[in-house]
């Protein structure tokens, strides 16, 4: 029996190694538009599928990041300034890339444009983080998508939606990761309403990576900001020995985060690029043997491994 089972295991993914491997065709038609390109896995992905040969439209959040991409890569690839937050913005985009596509309509569109809140625990942030970061990670996600979707309903294309590891399994960052949340259920509802349009939705789910949302210093200094500006009674509540702990262990986390962008970006061009593209793709050696398999434990287990290392609040019960 266990042979059996063995055998039917190993056809399973011969077949899946098999289908992912064959590649669209005429690569070098497409037109896939990319936000979040001023630094990152956006900036990446940019320059990887330039020179892949396809026709890149790259959205920029600053003219800055816009100049320094263009003089990084061919005359195929343009740019455009974006800023997901606002309509009007969006708006001038898919207009903006309403005019480059035309009537081929738009192969891929890669929503990777996000923030992370400063760092600290739910109750010590102000709703100004939440309401800020929900409009990126998520609001402007869903925006974009919907503004984006005709054209490439029209080419019978692919959305790439960048999520993460805390979009699987939430324990930092309360914001950031109910963003994620979002971000995979929006996305998992979009694949079943367009799967009789020729549509294909992939979401990417990295683990720990060394990009600008996880630079030290400076995610260092807004944790050191955050807790200064939190109200005496609930600083009372935690300590200050807690926090120094607390910031002791983020500081840690940085430093442990990945510097191959490459593990990402090459999962978002699969997605891009392969006949048969996956629903998920977990990137990073920590998503894929640690978080993933963490999250189909019991809930009780998980809090267990997770948590066992946080300090305790100064009033603990």
């Known amino acids: ?21 064959q590649v669209v065709s005429h690569l070098q038609d ?69 005019e480059r596509v035309g009537n081929r309509g738009l192969w891929g569109l890669v929503n990777n444009a996000g923030v992370f809140h400063p760092h600290g625990y739910t109750e010590w942030l102000k709703i100004e983080a939440y309401m800020d970061t929900l409009k990126v990670n998520l609001i402007g996600l869903i925006e974009v998508t919907l503004s984006m979707l005709p054209l490439v309903r029209r ?12 979009g699987r399994i939430a324990f930092f960052g309360g914001v950031y990761s ?5 971000v995979e259920a929006f996305s998992d509802i979009l694949r079943r309403e367009l799967q009789h349009f020729g549509v294909k939705i992939s979401i990417i789910e990295p683990g720990y990576f060394r990009t ?13 900001q955050v807790w200064k500006e939190v109200p005496v009674h609930i600083k009372e509540s935690y300590g200050q020995k807690f926090f120094d702990t607390y910031h002791d262990l983020l500081k840690q986390g940085m430093l442990s985060c990945s510097t191959n962008l490459n593990l990402v970006t090459d999962c978002m061009e699969h997605a891009l690029t392969s006949v048969h593209p996956r629903t998920r793709y977990s990137a990073g050696w920590d998503a894929k043997f640690f978080f993933i398999p963490l ?13 066992r290392s946080w300090p305790k609040p100064a009033q603990a019960v």
């Open 30 to 98: 497409k037109f896939v538009f990319i936000t979040g390109c001023d630094s990152g896995f956006g900036n990446l992905l940019a320059r990887q599928l330039d020179l892949r040969g396809l026709r890149v439209l790259a959205a920029c959040l600053t003219e800055q990041g816009a100049e320094q991409l263009r003089n990084q890569t061919s005359d195929r690839l343009e740019t455009v300034i974006l800023d997901v937050t606002k309509t009007e913005s969006i708006t001038a985009a898919t207009e903006w890339v309403k």
């Open 295 to 307: 999250s189909y434990l019991p809930t009780s287990v998980a809090d267990y491994i997770l948590t």
């Open 178 to 182: 109910s963003t994620k949340y979002g």
């Open 212 to 224: 600008g949302m996880s630079d030290l210093q400076k995610s260092s200094e807004a944790a050191k």
């Open 155 to 166: 080419a019978q294309g692919r959305i790439v939606n960048v999520s993460s590891i805390l």
């Open 1 to 21: 029996m266990w042979l059996y089972l063995a055998v039917l295991v190993g056809l399973y993914y011969l077949l899946r190694w098999y289908q992912e491997r």
